[in-house]
């Protein structure tokens, strides 16, 4: 399997890239990513440092991803049937400046929200509870966050390009540069070509890792989450409202520590088959 590739055909275990699911009615609805190819970063004269180098990564079986970021109904279910306590206050931008709002959290991040808007102001703690309230409400399936290159390979689709729409991306593409003042709906801008919402912009998403400075050393091959680094923080993938469109591109990658609350962070769930 070549990078830049991704297999169409049946998985191993019998499921079939496209299918789409729900595990029970609250749950996030999952699509069937296939097994593929990539590669992860950005080439040498490109992008960051923290992006390099570049190396190939395959992924050998097909897993669910979330279609979308966990939206603010979905949240909403999961604080309903757990009383999970989320802290109130957050990071917000105060004009140029972000500062700790005291007031603010995830019922209200300081601008409207639908319930198909992902939802904001969560921690990676905060993810982890959720996405043990799902495992035990399927019945015991393996739900967790992506890896970090199982996020840029759902977010390149197969495609080599700085973003999934080509070498640019138009505010008809994304939610980003405070075009909208806020999050948008989920399912407001076209999906990607595995048919999965929001990779670039409207929110940033929590992923499993630790934060690396980079990828010298022994970075997974097979798409599994890197560990060790510094675990201090961890890694946060694709942009948002706020942000420049460079912050959006495929390959770009942030970390904030685990505690983090942010009115522009959410968080979307994968699961093996």
Known sequence: MTAGRIDLSYDAGGSIPGDRFRDFPEAPEMIVVPAGAFLMGSPAGQGNSNEHPQHQVTIA??????IAPV????FAAFIRATNHHVELGATVLDGMTWKPDPTKSWRDPGFTQADDHPVVCVSWHDAQAYLVWLGERSGGKA???LSEA???????????TAYSTGDNISLGQANFSRHITGTASAFRFPPNQLGLW???GNVWEWCEDNWHEDYVG???????????????LRVLRGGSWIGYPQYLRSAYRDG????FRDKDVGFRVARML
């Open 150 to 160: 199982e996020w840029e390979y759902c977010c390149r689709a197969g495609t080599t």
């Open 218 to 232: 022994d970075p997974p091959s097979d798409g599994s989450v890197w560990f060790g680094g510094n675990s201090a």
């Open 198 to 200: 929001g990779m670039h």
């Open 61 to 66: 079986h097909a897993f669910a991803v979330g």
């Open 143 to 145: 739900y967790r966050l």
């Open 71 to 74: 939206t603010r109904g979905e």
């Open 256 to 259: 904030d520590p685990p505690i």
